[in-house]
């Protein structure tokens, strides 16, 4: 931890370090490849070790864009992006930040559900940590054993519910990397201040435990108190070591989500992003539709198909956005309807868990329903009931809101919103080209996956993705600016707002509900001003900073990749 330190002396950032020749070539927080000058080469015993020309930074950017071109399967891009940063951190950050749109899919999702799957076939290179059960007792030891001292922010998962996937196991690893990444490339996180952790608890996955390559723990999932002793211990000790570091939970199945969320919210600054940040996004292109169809926010009716984690989630954070705005929070929740496999979610139905069930509508309401042939509510039957003004899918099940449901929907309101979340592409519950065409083009759209633009009778349609990097990154850099103690349901609120209302000043005439990750980096910056703003409005956060000061501080702090000065010391 000790090698090198990054000094600054009058503005000027430069690297002090007495490590010299090949280790300076294999760090990758210190390899500059090409790019070491003459100077350099002679101070830290580099000349020879490399080819004669000294690079810049943006020569050596257009040859690995040319390398990375080179590579046709969106899986090998996704271990040519990996290998570039296993050797050289900055290039790897320029690389991508300089090719944000086209590069994001192939470091993060969707690409990285392929990484995640070939997980112990592909393994070459620890990165972050990986806290097994059985080393439980070694908690503080494994934590010291990081390699950057001070962190800010840890991205943690247990791999039991990898984005689309579930359980990945010891897979699962791959998601916090994949996210710190964001986290630095659209939210100028210093990478070095980033700490991925994997907690390794098992896999119920056969096809894992079956695997004579699997490198995790080869034993079923722990449950009950053994799991919750080991979280314990984990978040003990993440606390005693970075008092203040934001705990980011990411992929945890269903349940452990909500129940870790709820349980050390108040305890540790944390964020699920499953849970927080989709709702907060979707929340946002729900306030768009409001701003594209002037229908106010106390009459759109909400059809969600699919009441698991992220379903359910994103029902809370619009209701309490809903409820931030004003609206009564019984009148924010009877204006949602929730479908989950046994059709909507109506009192009697057994096993609904404690978030659906705040959603389940009353038997009097549906008394003149019908019911289908295995005695449940159907969508159909529940759109055309309802009338619904936003559709959202979150059910994994591809092709669920077919020509009739869409028509149907159609039939009683003006500009339908339908937002087919469900990842990966093939899992999408109806695709953006169907849709215009079966609406005549009156429709509003938010995917889960990247989608093409759809041209239908000469107007160009852009798709929206409802991408949480949109979100995460603004509200992690803003709770981390003021050093909140918590992240609030006005934090979230705010950083809702901030995105339509961008979106509505960037938007013009255009239709889309949400912004393109081409504006991530500027959107990330807004949204961390606005939860930064929101904390301190709330009494949460533990520095002082003038609330109009914020934007310059987050410029200040913003961590661009470049090259620094060496210096031997
Ligand atoms: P989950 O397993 O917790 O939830 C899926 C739910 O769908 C379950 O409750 C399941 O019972 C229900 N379901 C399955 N078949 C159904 C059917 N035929 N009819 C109605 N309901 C059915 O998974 P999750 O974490 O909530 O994720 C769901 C989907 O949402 C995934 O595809 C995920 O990729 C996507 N997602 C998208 C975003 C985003 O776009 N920003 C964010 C999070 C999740």
Redesign the pocket.
Known sequence: MDEYKIQCTDGIYTIETKLIGKALLTIPQLNKGTAFTMKERMDFKLIGKLPLKVETLSEQVNRCYLQFKGYKQPYKKNIFLNNLLNYNQVLFYALIVENLVEMLPYIYTPAVGSAVKEFSHEFRMPRGLYISYPDMNFMDTMIDNRTNEDIDVIVVTDGE?V??IGDQGIGGADIPVAKLMVYTACGGVDPSRTLPIFLDVGTNNKDLLEDPMYIGWRRERLTGDLYDEFIEKFVSSVKKKFPGVLLHWEDFG?EKAYENLHKYKDKILSFND?IQG?GV??AAAVLSVVNITRVPLNQQKIVI???????TGIAEQICKAMIQSGISEKKARSLFYL???NGLLVSGIDDLNAMQDKYKRTKPEVVNWNKNKSGEYSLLETISQVKPTILIG????SG?FNKKVITEMAKHVEMPAVMP???PTY?AEVVPEDLVAWTNGNVLIAT?SPFPNVIYKDRNYEISQ???ALAFPGIGIGAMLTKSKVITDNMLYAASIAISDYMSRVGGSNVSLLPTIADSIKLAKIVARAVAAASINDNVNTINIDINNLEKKIEKDFWIPRYLQYEFG
């Open positions: 519910g984005l689309g269903r499953d989709t996004i979707t198909f699919g009441a698991g984690a992220a379903g479908i989950d496999k979150t059910s994994g099940v669920a979340l469900s990842n899992c889960g409802c991408n949480n």
